[in-house]
């Protein structure tokens, strides 16, 4: 499998906000800015038949309508299916249809782009698209409920998303039963809502697997530079790794 770590940042920083894209077809979270970016890196993003949303922050969910807007532009010939928490879908029109007032039924527009919702409460080894697998685990982003991370499996290779996370069990999970991990690294100590470089530091000493940094701050990201905290996987945006 290839991991294209799409956007690598938190909210105020340069870099983009935290997405991957798997095998150039599942995309994980589309939040602000991410269609441009995609069409930056040359992501040919009508491949992307797969997206897979881990919690509806802006910064995770807010670029489906130009996604939307995207596909309706450059038509697809495949469908996307669009994974998503309960809600997601009448959140997006609500968006859409203030972004594009002059649309009378923002429905026609997903049609158009062949776009279908499934919501989900929980995926349970659920193939999203031919030969790719998905496992959804509730995390704990503080008082925003719900927030998942997936492990996606293809074959004998998995790869693990926290979403949003401070640390908690099923964090350990999600790093146990993946080949590599892309976890939350907001912050220098964990935080109510989000995991810290310690955080990580400890999973990489306990499981001895690859970890990707994500949703960083410049300070955690910096940390792990400036310390050489060996085992922590710094990426830029648009960087690859093969798993
Ligand atoms: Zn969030």
Known sequence: MKVKTVGTGSISVKERSACC??????LVDCGNGIVKTLLEQNVDVNKIDTLLITHLHGDHFADIPFLIMQRNFCPAENELNIFCPIGTEENVGKIFSLLYSDTSDWTISRDRAKINFVEFDSLDNKEV????????????????KPAYGFVITNGEKRVG????????ENIDK???????????????????????????????????????????????????????????????????FEV
């Open 161 to 168: 998303v926290s979403g949003d996370s401070t640390y908690c």
């Open 174 to 240: 999600i790093v146990e039963s993946s080949d590599i991990s892309i976890l939350d690294m907001s912050f220098i100590e964990s935080g109510a809502k989000h995991m810290g470089v310690n955080d990580i530091k400890r999973l990489v000493e306990k499981y001895n697997k690859k970890i990707i940094g994500t949703h960083m701050s410049y300070a955690s990201r910096q940390f792990v530079l400036d310390n050489n905290i060996g085992g922590i996987i710094i990426p830029n945006d648009g960087d690859v």
């Open 129 to 144: 698209t031919n030969g790719y697998f998905v496992d959804s685990y509730l995390v704990d982003h503080g008082n925003f």
């Open 21 to 26: 894209l798997i095998d150039e077809k599942i």
